[in-house]
């Protein structure tokens, strides 16, 4: 790992240094703030993974429990709204980095495994489909566990000359792995039998310059992609001791600390080199000599989603950023004359122009303006604005603009609904930049510098900690031996200092956590 250290391991940066101060409001709100997401709160309270997916499902969101099946989700129709506002912002980094779309089939057959299973262990990793007609013989295919089997399957077909490279694509897939057998619980929201949304690339050069030029690409966009979300996450080359490095030289991950004090794997990289394209026999011959392609792979997933969600959740709901949000602003007009569905359409209208993503409606009664404002809270709209038409000639709109993310109101009137506009772009863009400060100065308290003797009580305190650690399988094999977390992976650090463990001098630093 050393020999490589100086090359691809990120550097270490102290998260605090990215904090920023919550900038004061423009608006003049009116009431306390009410709401206190819970990344506020002590992660030892009681929020844990069941309660995060029992308010999913409150809020319609996902539902774990509503397939008897440990491990199986279901996306309701607004979680579907706030997943392709994630698959949106994801298609288009992937694509602005150049890579291609395409679709492959979810199932191989099982032929497409055996150059797998020569470099990687599968007893026990795979799901295999068959009939009842069959059952007793051998299963004609497999449910990926990842996309290997079935793209370097292929490509083993598709490349013959050096004209087909590179190759560059992703896809927006399903992946299935085993879950243990038993009761429901809240892991299958972030550990599910059926994975989906994970958007994965794959690519094939003809040379190892091309290959590394396009890895520090792929990385820049996937740190972009956590920025684009509002997630502090945390970059790490993982350990091959305690990892399964057997089909790629290194592998790179981006781990979110959560609220329920453990970090769960959103993102990653490897770089193949010509472990799978020699096992797969993908390559081109020049000069009558065959030459396998360099080959890398990655994903991220849905997973980030959900660690926005869980960032802003608020124990009965949850509170998106805007740019992530399905809904920056839910209108509601309490209607009194013939005219006002017409001036809330403009009013809709002006603010879609202007790039906001509006969801809006009229409500005839009290009642359905009350039930129409819990509907926009569970899904987690930043922003609401409850308009009341004119009472009669000369009287003027009054229109209340609420906060999610505190619950504060402003009150106002207007001549007409479209001048409420630009009171709504600068509601909006207070609710994400206070999202964004609080969670950068909630994740600047998550981890701490560690030395030999707190090392164990700040992972105690599920915590992150950060220290220098030199790259050796006894180091990451003690720190696993405590039950207490496990070592992530490593960074670069700005120097050489000793390790805390074996106190040999080390320019890396070990990134150590609890996992989901």
């Keep these: 790992m050393t020999a490589f250290a100086a090359r691809v391991l990120p550097e270490w940066r102290p998260p605090a240094a990215a904090a920023a101060v919550e900038p004061p409001p423009r608006l003049d709100w009116s009431g306390p703030a009410r709401v206190r997401p819970l990344l506020d709160a002590d992660p030892r309270g009681g929020y844990d993974l069941g309660s995060f997916s029992a308010a999913l499902a409150r809020c319609g969101l996902f539902d774990n429990r509503l397939v008897a099946l440990p491990g199986a989700t279901v996306v309701l129709p607004a979680g579907m709204r706030l997943v392709e506002r994630f698959a949106a912002l994801v298609h288009g980094a992937y694509r602005a980095a150049g890579l291609a779309e395409v679709e492959f089939p979810l199932v191989a057959p099982r032929s497409a495994y055996t150059p797998l299973a020569g470099v990687l262990r599968l007893d026990g990793r795979l799901l295999h489909c068959t009939t009842d007609g069959e059952r007793g013989e051998a299963p004609r295919m497999t449910l990926g566990p990842s996309g290997e089997a079935v793209i370097y399957d292929a490509w083993r077909r598709q490349v013959r000359h050096a004209a087909d490279l590179p190759i560059e694509i992703y896809r927006r897939a ?13 892991r299958g929201i972030l550990r599910p039998l059926e994975s989906g949304d994970v958007f994965e690339l794959h690519c094939a050069y003809a040379t190892e310059p091309e290959q590394q030029a396009a890895l520090e690409r792929f990385f820049a966009m996937f740190a972009g992609l956590a920025e684009a979300c509002h997630v502090p996450i945390l970059w790490s080359v993982r350990p091959p001791w305690s990892n399964q490095w057997e089909i790629a030289r290194w592998a790179l991950a981006g781990d979110v ?3 329920i004090g453990a970090t769960v794997q959103a993102a990653s990289l490897y770089d193949q080199g010509q472990i799978l394209s020699r096992a797969y026999g993908i390559g081109v011959r020049r000069r009558g000599a065959f030459e396998p392609t360099f080959q890398l792979a990655g994903a991220l997933t849905r997973r980030l989603l959900l660690c926005h969600l869980m960032l802003g959740s608020t124990g009965d709901g949850f509170v998106m950023h805007p740019d992530l949000a399905a809904d920056q602003v839910g209108l ?14 403009a009013l809709a209208a002006e603010l879609r122009a202007g790039g906001l993503r ?65 009171l709504l772009h600068a509601a909006v863009r207070e609710v994400g930049a206070a999202w964004t400060a609080r969670a950068r100065r909630w994740f600047a308290g998550r981890w701490q510098e560690a030395d030999r003797a707190s090392l164990r009580d700040i992972l105690r305190a599920r915590l992150v900690a950060v220290c220098p650690l030199a790259p050796a399988e006894t180091v990451v094999s003690e720190v696993g031996s405590w039950g207490l977390g496990e070592v992530l992976g490593y960074a670069r650090a700005a120097g050489e200092q000793p390790c805390v463990l074996s106190g040999a001098l080390t320019s890396t630093v070990g990134i150590m956590s609890p996992r989901v």
């Excluded at 399903?174 to 809240?186: D, K, L, Q």
């Excluded at 009669?392 to 109101?409: I, L």
Aim: hydrophobic share 40%.
């Design 332 to 345: 509601t007009v309490q209607a009194r004359a013939a005219g006002d569905p017409a001036a809330l359409d």
């Design 174 to 186: 399903r992946f299935f792995r085993p879950a243990s057998p038993g009761r429901h619980s809240g």
């Design 257 to 259: 600390p959560l609220p």
């Design 358 to 422: 509006v969801a809006a409606a009229v409500a005839p009664t009290p009642a359905a303006v009350r039930k129409r404002q819990r509907e926009l809270a569970a899904h987690a709209v930043p922003v609401q604005a409850l308009l009341q038409g004119r009472r009669g000639d000369g009287d003027r709109w009054r229109a209340v603009v609420t906060r999610a993310d505190t619950g504060q109101e402003l009150g106002t009137t207007l001549e007409e609904p479209r001048q409420l506009a630009p």
